[in-house]
């Protein structure tokens, strides 16, 4: 077993195997609300720089417990007492994490439950596709507690709500929860309690069949021409499309629906 995805080479993740490459990713320190400590950054960053790698078609993250991730571990930074630079390595390797995430080309998909708080609402924005139940609640609590985003909350939360709701959660401490956060773009889909986890297996199942090409561009290409100017990211997309689109095992994928075998694309009844 590629140690990648070797779980007993991990101490704060939960890691198993299902069908057709896909692996459920747990964070699993429940008795810390799976607050996220030095340790567990760094076994984030060792998975999904190998993920690809390792035959990893697809992952659902989740969080062991009552609830997916409650932020940065406060405790351990109380402790640690670091200084400016010190504290500032740590947010980059924050930052290094969640860029494997979101620019890794593997689709994840973040099943999501009870406090998705500070840190932990950074690390569910670098996934794909994220799934609530209604106890599900969102916040930025940094400033009630005198501290700053350091996980990316300035670039990807702000990007799914809009700059000045992300201020408005820092400063104020605002929860959202719920419908309310699915419209307003904190998630992509809603379920009935408790029900998240099983939403995000279906997904992540049908995503794993996708081509891994194909979820490659799909999970890095289109955050790298968010990044670009407009005609820069135009010629990107021809590039990849170039390439995407022409790759030999799509054949048999575009015989199908040449020939009318393929699953059709319905509304919803």
């Not at 932020?71 to 640690?80: F, P, Q, S, T, Y």
């Not at 010190?86 to 390797?93: E, G, I, T």
């Not at 997309?237 to 054949?251: C, K, L, Y």
């Not at 629906?257 to 699953?263: C, D, I, S, Y």
Request: charge should be negative; hydrophobic fraction near 45%; glycine fraction near 10%.
């Amino acid at each position: 077993m590629n140690d990648v995805v070797n779980p007993a080479t991990y101490e704060r993740l939960a890691i198993s195997a299902r069908d057709n490459g896909l692996y459920v990713l747990t964070l699993n320190r429940p008795e810390k609300r799976n607050a996220l400590d030095v340790v567990t950054i760094e076994e984030l960053i060792r998975f999904f720089s190998g993920a690809r790698m390792a035959g990893v078609k697809a992952v659902l993250l989740e969080g062991a417990g009552d609830h997916f991730c409650a932020g940065l571990d406060l405790v351990e930074h109380w402790k640690a007492d670091r200084s400016p630079d010190d504290f500032m390595h740590v947010c980059l390797r924050w930052h290094e994490a969640f860029n494997k995430m979101e620019y890794g080309g593997v689709p994840i998909i973040a099943a999501l439950k009870g406090a998705v708080v500070g840190g932990g609402l950074e690390l569910a924005s670098a996934a794909h596709v994220r799934v609530i139940d209604p106890g599900t609640y969102f916040a930025l609590p940094e400033g009630q507690r005198g501290i700053f985003t350091g996980g990316g909350a300035t670039i990807r939360v702000s990007d799914m709500i809009g700059k000045y709701r992300m201020i408005d959660m820092i400063l104020t401490g605002r929860v959202y929860q719920g419908q309310e956060a699915v419209d307003l773009g904190l998630a992509q889909y809603i379920t009935e309690e408790g029900g998240s986890y099983a939403k995000a297996m279906e997904l992540a199942e049908k995503v794993a069949q996708n081509l891994p090409l194909t979820n490659f561009a799909i999970c890095s290409a289109v955050s790298h021409m968010n990044n670009m100017s407009g005609m820069d990211a135009a010629y990107a997309e021809a590039f990849v499309g170039g390439i995407v689109n022409t790759q030999p095992a799509a054949r048999e994928r575009l015989e199908a629906f040449a020939n009318k075998t393929a699953a059709r694309v319905r509304p919803n009844t």
